[in-house]
């Protein structure tokens, strides 16, 4: 089992930054590709960006630009840094993890956090 807290929510004005932070504990981090997704009001819950367990990165095209995932294996940590946040970003953001080692590759994220809510005042 692979348990997932995030934190660094908050309320903050459009145009500033944040960094949000997904601290994972139970297993090997560095057997896990990491996801940030994000649910606002009344949305369905949605990709943001992913990093696989060497570092390679992928993102939404909401996202491309403003937001960068990062990851700390020595801390089992993953990152997600919002910049030039913008009202429509406001939402509860997720962090989840999948098994993806050189033997076996989930394809579904199957741990997931409770979330941190942002949101972006105009």
């Known amino acids: 089992q692979v348990q997932l807290v995030e934190s660094g929510g908050g309320l903050v004005q459009a145009g500033g930054s944040l960094r949000l932070s997904c601290a994972a504990s139970g297993r090997t981090f560095s057997n896990y590709a990491m996801g940030w997704f994000r649910q606002a009001p009344g949305k369905e819950r949605v990709f943001v960006a992913a990093?696989?367990?060497?570092?390679?990165?992928n993102y939404a095209d909401a996202a491309k630009g403003r937001f960068t995932i990062s990851r700390d294996n020595a801390k089992s940590t993953v990152y997600l840094e919002v910049n030039s946040l913008k009202p429509e970003d406001t939402a509860v953001y997720y962090c989840a993890a999948r098994f993806d080692s050189s033997w076996y590759r989930d394809y579904e994220y199957r741990y997931w956090g409770q979330g941190t809510q942002v949101t972006v005042s105009s």
């Open positions: 990093i696989s367990p060497t570092g390679n990165t």
